[in-house]
């Protein structure tokens, strides 16, 4: 952690290591008055092992006989006189929770086989590249499954609904299941729930070998108060802050940490290219950015105190930001940072040179909570939300976005994407309108596990998704299966068609054909690959109302055939069959402020989607 310290990567550098004969340990407590290694090796005695501090405030200690395997933890003696037994927060190994201790790891003997994956990742521009994110809680997508057999079986799964990349909600081990990851334990330690590192680092290569990409959510923001973790770690505030009034993150009833001590940020951005690195990650989808950026968040008027400029922005945070999307960069060529960020902080996805944050990436969630307010409305009164959900088509490259209907959405009484439908409407219409919109959406996807087939339960982290809605036995397969085919088919073009990712992040990608139309609820536009090519441009049309529309006339720039290759009516979706027969005529008719039109049918809580070009014609492309 200092300049004194041994070369090499903090997680070589501290943390338990073999060594002939023994294990070395070495761990940072600049402030306590003694620190002893104690575990199986001496039968939990914590007596023979007292270990050395160094000018550092690195102690360490070699125990002969000590082999991987074993579990332990530190007796800390704090500044404060108190004794703590603390986990190792280097260690690459846990203990299964509900337990506690630290374990020292095995040798990886995993022989990767991604050499031409990662190499081929350096050469990409994820930004002008489909991305269809399936997010997915281990625990709960299949239950009983570790990391090799749900390797094995999601990255069949993803491949056939056309996804691109998995999303991992946290790996990292955790005491508390229920906190689903986000209240970490162990920063550089897999959760042995479903098997050890060399398992998991099967799961991400598997993945690899199938043409999947593989993220994980990291949590930086915050961690639990639980007696063994972080929290008062040699008997003073050492990762959390010392200052009251930002020592907690009130939300989670957690400690928030000190990202202005240089040792806690190069300890969080070790971690985060530990993940990167040693797994070969595509990407970190990084949590909870908000809470992190503003003195402010979640607190009151006399909980926070304003910087020095007597503002309410975080200096220290936005330097940590900026510090680890270069350091993952750097050490990972093509990996990729995307940031869970609420608010409208500007140049979150601007490169740090440029006074940016340096991320790739940055969620939506203002596009997501329009879009779901809108289809939780009865299809009457929608109009009243729908500019909302057009201002986020409007503004949808004033950052690199990532569109997501995410686990927090199907949780805690919010129902699921089916159940928000009012209960009176075709419900899997407006579920398949919806991921219609999103796939059209400028911005790269990322769907929750069990909304590609519409799932009705809400989530729960501790059983599977509800599969046997998709059995051939069950009176509701033909719904559910409808969804996923609409789903699966919707990656696929999104991945097929540069129109609908080329210029995700660029505002020559997108042109609006109508976005006022609050008398029908009707939003159309044109997404483009090239500028003002309209060629191979795809015209997105959505009709948000129940009721069927036809002979909608509706502009369009280009005079001739176009040709139906999206409507999520069709009878092979599970929608009454209403659409245009495969094919529309643009003709010599002004309207809209463009010198062609077509009459058009748009099917009730539908999506149809139009390509220049007869059938023939676009074969020849």
């Not at 779901?372 to 088509?393: D, I, N």
């Not at 948000?544 to 009878?571: C, H, K, M, Q």
């Amino acid at each position: 952690m200092t300049a004194s310290a041994p070369t090499g990567p903090l997680w070589l550098r501290l943390g338990s290591h073999r060594v002939p004969g023994g294990v070395t340990f070495a761990v940072w407590a600049p402030n306590a008055r003694s620190v002893t290694v104690f575990g199986d090796f001496d039968g939990w005695a914590a007596v023979d092992h007292v270990m050395s501090r160094g000018p550092d405030g690195v102690w360490a200690a070699t125990v002969p006989g000590a082999t991987a395997g074993m579990a332990y933890k530190y007796r800390v003696v704090g500044a404060d006189g108190l004794v703590r037994d603390k986990a190792d927060p280097l260690a690459r190994a846990a203990q299964l929770p509900p337990e506690t201790a630290s374990v020292i790891a095995e040798a990886s003997t995993f022989a990767w086989t991604d050499e031409a994956w990662v190499a081929a990742r350096r050469e990409r521009s994820p930004r002008s590249e489909p991305m269809s994110i399936y997010e997915v809680h281990l625990g709960s997508w299949r239950g009983g499954l570790g990391y090799r057999d749900t390797a094995v079986r999601l990255a069949e799964y993803v491949r056939a609904h056309g996804f691109t990349h998995v999303q991992l909600m946290p790996v990292t081990e955790h005491p508390y299941g229920g906190s689903w990851g986000y209240q970490v334990g162990s920063y550089f330690a897999c959760s042995s729930r479903w098997g050890g590192a060399d398992d998991f680092r099967f799961f991400v290569d598997h993945l690899h070998a199938e043409g999947v990409g593989v993220l994980l959510d990291w949590v930086p923001a915050h961690f639990p108060k639980d007696p063994f973790a972080l929290g008062e770690f040699d008997g003073t505030p050492l990762y959390e802050h010392a200052d009251p009034l930002r020592r907690e993150q009130p939300d989670w009833g957690t400690y928030a940490f000190n990202l202005g001590r240089a040792e806690v940020r190069d300890f969080l951005i070790a971690s985060a290219v530990y993940w990167c690195r040693e797994f070969h990650l595509d990407g970190l989808r990084v949590d909870a950015v908000a809470s992190m950026l503003y003195l402010d968040y979640s607190r009151g008027p006399d909980q926070w105190r304003p910087n020095a400029r007597g503002t309410n922005e975080n200096d220290e945070a936005v330097d940590f930001l900026r510090r680890l999307n270069d350091a993952v960069h750097a050490a990972c060529p093509g990996a990729m940072m995307i940031a869970e960020e609420s608010t409208a902080w500007p140049g979150v996805t601007e490169s740090t040179d440029r006074g940016g944050l340096g991320f790739d990436f940055k969620w939506n969630l203002g596009w997501m909570h329009d879009l779901l307010t809108l289809v939780s409305l009865p299809p009457a009164s929608r109009a009243q939300r729908q500019e909302h959900v057009a201002f986020s088509l409007t503004h949808a490259t004033s950052e690199h976005h990532v569109l997501p209907i995410s686990h927090d959405e199907v949780v805690h009484g919010k129902g699921t994407l089916m159940t928000r439908i009012p209960a009176d409407c075709d419900r899997a219409a407006h579920v398949r309108l919806t991921l219609a919109f999103q796939w059209a959406h400028p911005g790269k996807k990322l769907l929750f596990m069990g909304q590609e087939f519409g799932q009705v339960r809400e989530w729960a982290d501790d059983r599977s998704l509800d599969w046997d809605l998709l059995d051939a036995s069950s009176p509701r397969a033909p719904v559910h299966r409808g969804i996923a085919l609409t789903a699966a088919d919707l990656a696929r073009l999104h991945a097929r068609l540069p129109a609908l990712h080329r210029l995700d992040g660029d505002a020559r990608g997108f042109e609006w054909l109508d976005a006022r139309d609050l008398r029908n609820t009707v939003i159309a536009f044109l997404r483009r690959a090239e500028g003002s090519d309209d060629a191979a441009a795809v015209a997105c049309v959505f009709n948000f109302s129940d009721r069927d529309l036809f002979d909608y006339r509706l502009g369009f720039p280009v005079v001739g055939p176009w040709r139906e290759i999206l409507n999520t009516a069709a009878r092979e979706y599970g929608g009454h069959g209403v659409g245009n027969l495969g094919r529309i005529v643009a003709v010599d008719e002004p309207s809209h402020g463009r010198p062609y039109s077509a009459t058009i049918t748009l099917p009730a809580a539908s999506a149809v989607f139009f390509t220049p070009g007869d059938v023939a014609e676009l074969a020849t492309r």
